[in-house]
C-alpha cells in the first residue's frame, strides 16, 4: 500500500515535506490552512488545496495519512482528529506540549488502529551520526563528557516561536531534537537534570538554554543554544578518555584529535618537575598529538531524512516496526519538563528513577 498524505498546515515545514521528500510509494494529495497565501502554490505543487475546510480536508478519501505541519499547540487536536477520521498520522517535533497530550493522540491512534509516528528527522543527521559511531565505537576510548551545540546569529525567534501559547520558545523547538539526540546516544538510565533558561531579546519564551543531563554511568550532555552568537562555535565537542572530537558544523566535517600515550588513571603522588605553577596547560609534546579524521558516515541529511519515509511506508505494509517509537518520544518530552522544573527552581531534577 502507498502512502497518500494530506498536508495540516502549508507552512515551512509543511512546504519542505511536500516538495522535498520523493520517495517510492510516497505522494503529497491534499493540504489544508488557514490562510489563503500559504495554499498559493498548492496546484503548482500538485496537491489539493482546502482552505479553512478542515472537514473536507480530514473526510477526503484520497488520503490515508495525515501529515501535522501545525504550530505546536495544535499538534494534539489535529492528532485526535486525523486519527478519528481513520487517517495514520505524522506528527512533527515536539509531538505535544504535555506528556499527557501525546498519551492522548497515542491512544487516539490506538483505538481506531491507526499509524502514528513523530518526525524526529534529525537522528539522521550527519553530525549526529558521526558523534553516535565515535560514541558506539569508542573511537576516543570512553567518553565523558560530549557538548551538543545550537548557536545562531540573528538574535531573533520567528513568527509563532515567540508565543508561549502556541509553545514556542527553543527548548520546543530545537532542544526537542537535542534531548533525543542525547537519549538515543547514551543507552544508561538518566540520574539529573539541571537547566539555565534565559530571556535575552524575547520576554515570553527561552530564547537561550543551557541543559546539564546526567546520566547514571557518570557521562554529561550539555546541550548549548544562543539565538545571538556571533562567533560560530563547534556543533559537538566530545572528550573522552582517549581522545577529544571536534565536529564543527552540520555538514559533519571535523577531526579526531589522539595522542599516542595513553593516559592511565593514577593515584596520587608528588613528582619533582622544573614546569612552573601552570604546568596542567604543558603542550602534548612535538610528534605525539595524532589528529584523524572522523568515522565516516553513509549519506548526507538530505537524502538521510527520506529514510524516515521509507521505514513508515514499510510499517504501513507490514514489513518492519517504526524507528522511532513512542516511548521514546514520550521519555523526551518527559524530560523537558524536568528542563522546565529545573529552571524554574534553579536545583537539578532527579529523572528516570520509577520511585
Ligand atoms: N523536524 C524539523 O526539522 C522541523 C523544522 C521546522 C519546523 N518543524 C515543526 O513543524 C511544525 C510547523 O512549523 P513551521 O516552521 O512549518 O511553521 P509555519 O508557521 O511556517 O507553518 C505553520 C502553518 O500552519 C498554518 N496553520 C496555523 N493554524 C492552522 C490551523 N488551525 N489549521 C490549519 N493550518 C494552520 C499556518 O498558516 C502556517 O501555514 C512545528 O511543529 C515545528 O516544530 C519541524
Request: glycine share 8%; aromatic share 10%; charged share 25%.
Amino acid at each position: 500500500m502507498d502512502l497518500r498524505i494530506g498536508v495540516m498546515g502549508f507552512g515551512g515545514m509543511g512546504h519542505y515535506h511536500a516538495e522535498h521528500v520523493k520517495v517510492p510509494g510516497v505522494t503529497f494529495v491534499t493540504a489544508c490552512d488557514i490562510e489563503a497565501v500559504q495554499l498559493a502554490d498548492a496546484e503548482a505543487l500538485g496537491v489539493k488545496a482546502y482552505l479553512n475546510d478542515e472537514e473536507g480536508f480530514f473526510n477526503d478519501g484520497s488520503i490515508n495519512t495525515v501529515l501535522l505541519t501545525v504550530p505546536n499547540h495544535l499538534h494534539k487536536e489535529y492528532a485526535v482528529k486525523a486519527a478519528a477520521a481513520g487517517k495514520n498520522v505524522i506528527c512533527e517535533k515536539p509531538a505535544a506540549l504535555l506528556p499527557a497530550d501525546f498519551d492522548a493522540m497515542v491512544q487516539a491512534a490506538w483505538e481506531r488502529g491507526v499509524l502514528f509516528e513523530v518526525h524526529q528527522n534529525r537522528r539522521w543527521d550527519r553530525d549526529f551520526c558521526i558523534v553516535k559511531k565515535i560514541y558506539d565505537e569508542k573511537r576516543i576510548g570512553e567518553i565523558f563528557n560530549i557538548e551538543s551545540n545550537i548557536h545562531m546569529p540573528s538574535g531573533r525567534v520567528q513568527g509563532w516561536h515567540q508565543f508561549k501559547e502556541y509553545g514556542g520558545g527553543m527548548v520546543y523547538d530545537w532542544g526537542v531534537h537535542c534531548i533525543d539526540q542525547a537519549l538515543q546516544l547514551i543507552p544508561d538510565k538518566v540520574g539529573t537534570v539541571f537547566a539555565d533558561l534565559k530571556n535575552v531579546f524575547h520576554t515570553e519564551v527561552d530564547d537561550y538554554y543551557k541543559i546539564i543531563i546526567k546520566f547514571r554511568g557518570g557521562q554529561t550532555v550539555n546541550l548549548n543554544l544562543c539565538t545571538y552568537v556571533l562567533k560560530p562555535y563547534p556543533r559537538w565537542f566530545v572528550c573522552g578518555d582517549r581522545g577529544t572530537a571536534e565536529i564543527l558544523s552540520f555538514a559533519g566535517d571535523g577531526k579526531l584529535y589522539k595522542t599516542s600515550r595513553v593516559l592511565e588513571k593514577l593515584p596520587p603522588r608528588i613528582e619533582p618537575n622544573v614546569a612552573g605553577p601552570t604546568r596542567s596547560y604543558i603542550p602534548v609534546p612535538p610528534g605525539e598529538l595524532l589528529e584523524e579524521d572522523l568515522p565516516a558516515v553513509p549519506e548526507a541529511a538530505e537524502t538521510a531524512w527520506l529514510e524516515f519515509y521509507r521505514n513508515y511506508r514499510a510499517v504501513l505494509n507490514g514489513k518492519e516496526s517504526f524507528k522511532i517509537k513512542n516511548e521514546e518520544v514520550r521519555r523526551v518530552l518527559e524530560l523537558m519538563q524536568a528542563v522546565f522544573q529545573s529552571a524554574e527552581t534553579g536545583m537539578a531534577v532527579r529523572f528516570d528513577y520509577d520511585d
